[in-house]
């Protein structure tokens, strides 16, 4: 059997595979300082998100995470994995000895119980993080307190989406 081999500058003409999702495209990502700042969705006080993607059907989601404020952010379990890349400033986990440092990439796996902190001295971090399934947020002992998954992401948007003048609608921009 041979290979099919046609890579001519000649564009799919066939029917649509079923279900297949329409694309979805951000852009300006990386301006950090530039993009409108009605997308980013406050979360508490001196912490944001501004949604990538929500991941209904897979259960997850995309998103930049901004936090103006140096200590502990929270304490927390995850149900799925996590891929962070650090976009600005640097933070770690009490429980682990490295660093996620500005341009790095960090892996966080599923189960994984730890306690965020942003050092005096960064103004603004900005961390882009993929995370599938739950956050557990959890006392020292590990006892769940709260929970935050792409269901509860989506409420948050919605209402700040209504409330800067986007519409709750707007939200759908993002969601597959
Ligand atoms: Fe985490």
């Known amino acids: 059997m041979?290979?099919?081999?046609?890579?001519?500058?000649?564009?799919?003409s066939g029917p649509p595979l079923h279900?297949?999702?329409?694309?979805?495209?951000?852009?300006?990502?990386?301006?950090?300082?530039?993009?409108?700042e009605r997308l980013w969705v406050p979360q508490t006080k001196d912490v944001w998100f501004r949604p990538l993607?929500?991941?209904?059907?897979?259960?997850?989601?995309?998103?930049?995470l901004r936090v103006r404020k140096s200590g502990?952010?929270?304490?927390?379990?995850?149900?799925?994995?996590?891929?962070?890349t650090v976009l600005r400033g640097?933070?770690?986990y009490l429980e682990h000895d490295?660093?996620?440092?500005?341009?790095?990439?960090a892996f966080e796996p599923p189960g994984d119980i730890?306690?965020?902190?942003?050092?005096?001295?960064?103004?603004?971090?900005?961390?882009?993080?993929h995370v599938t399934?739950?956050?557990?947020?959890?006392?020292?002992?590990g006892n769940a307190q709260a929970i935050e998954d792409v269901f509860s992401k989506i409420e948050l948007a919605k209402e700040h989406f209504e409330k800067v003048g986007l519409g709750a609608d707007y939200v759908n921009r993002f969601i597959r």
Not at 19 to 36: A, K, T
Request: hydrophobic share 40%.
């Open 2 to 12: 041979t290979r099919p081999t046609d890579i001519s500058a000649v564009p799919y």
């Open 19 to 36: 279900g297949v999702p329409d694309d979805l495209v951000v852009h300006g990502v990386l301006d950090i300082d530039n993009c409108d």
């Open 53 to 64: 993607l929500f991941s209904v059907s897979q259960g997850y989601f995309v998103n930049l």
């Open 72 to 84: 502990i952010l929270s304490r927390h379990r995850h149900t799925g994995p996590v891929h962070a």
């Open 90 to 92: 640097r933070w770690h």
């Open 98 to 105: 490295w660093w996620a440092e500005e341009g790095g990439y």
């Open 114 to 129: 730890h306690t965020l902190e942003v050092p005096e001295g960064v103004e603004e971090m900005v961390t882009l993080f």
């Open 133 to 141: 399934g739950a956050y557990i947020y959890v006392d020292p002992k």
